[in-house]
């Protein structure tokens, strides 16, 4: 039945200056979970004054958020003292992923992990999943049962790490394969190749990703790319002919507009022009950053005008200490602050939504409020705890409600999250 969905309406149009705000706005959604139109209350077209309405008074509703990088079997094992990457790797994230093998254990999984997302009104992701099928079908299943646009695959790891999370590069190969066969473009899922990093991955790996990546049609691909010290010190003995990291991943034929990268802190002006050329997309993971202590990601650096690289945002769960894109804009500030560059709230909301969107190609489906395009929407409480509520006293602009938003909130600011017009998750008041 069509519905209607009322509060302080918010989308962004392909920049964060084009700025679609309503203070009263209605949202008409379909019975098949799109929007129909969207707009001020007084301008609701009468077809749809009968319609039920959930009505969010000054809440905000946004697009729901899209997180651009996050790994799946890493969901419970946030805050693991590793002393940087490759130890954190080995010693934590390495062993915990081996238990997705199993697929009762990986389905079970799946169910806390998109519960989490949609309780911090994350209705997307571009998901990491283990090395194991197990894993990637668990995930498929899940996100196909709450109706999610989502992006992800197996990941593919044949050296450098221990048996139980790796397998040889042509099963890895033939089972991604089937597995786009199975899942990508089944409603609103898509596949991503999804070569772990170069460390992990064999000379044969990376050139059947790359074979992936060109003859799978939509599909993207995710991986790693100058995150720590010691893994680019690790790439640059692995690959001694290779100019540097990011050359490693252009011999393969694996950058391109369909390609996401993590990370990418250390980045020289050499990689950030052929990223930009490219037309590759570098996600930003601040959280993760300072938690294992891998550097101070610059956002400006990387958009310099001559060669800019295009970016996304994202919690990089388990080495991100968050789940909230809220928190995970307030760290960015807070990094991006340290490079000497004060981003506006309006930029990392758009980066947040519209941005990874678009990043993630699904821009014509999600990331903004519009007719036409996917009811995935996240209603935020600008009083919802005692702080937030203190200082939205003091906002006097949307920019300051946002930036309070992004520097104060997580999942308790999130009132309601809906996915393609269902109602997946609403927060009783405290
Ligand atoms: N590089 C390779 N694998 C990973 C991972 O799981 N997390 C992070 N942060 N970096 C990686
Ligand atoms: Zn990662």
New binding site residues.
Partial sequence: MTRVIRGQTLSFGATPGDLRHEEKGAIAIGDDGTILWSGPVPLLPRGFATAPVDDYGDCLVLPGFVDAHI?FP?YRMLAAPGKD?LDW?NRF?FPEESQYADHGYAAAAAETFLNRLIENGTTTALA?CSVHRACAEALFAAAHNRGMAFVTGKTMMDRNAPASVVDDAETSARASEELYGKWHGKDRLRYAVTP??VVTSSDRELRLAAELLKSLPGALMQT?LS?SIGEIELVRSLFPKARDYTDVYDHYGLLGDRSLF??GIHLSGRECARLSESGSTVVH?PT?NTF?GSGLMSMQHLRKPERPVALGLAT?IG?GTNYSMLATMGEAYKVQMLNRYKPTAAELFHMATRGNAARLHLDDQIGSIEAGKWADLTVLDPRATPVLASRHELSQSLEDVLFSFAILGDDRAVRATYVAGRKLHERLSA
């Fill in positions: 790994h890493q990457l790797l994230t990491f772990r990093f790693h995150e993590g990370h993971c993760s294992l990089d080495g």
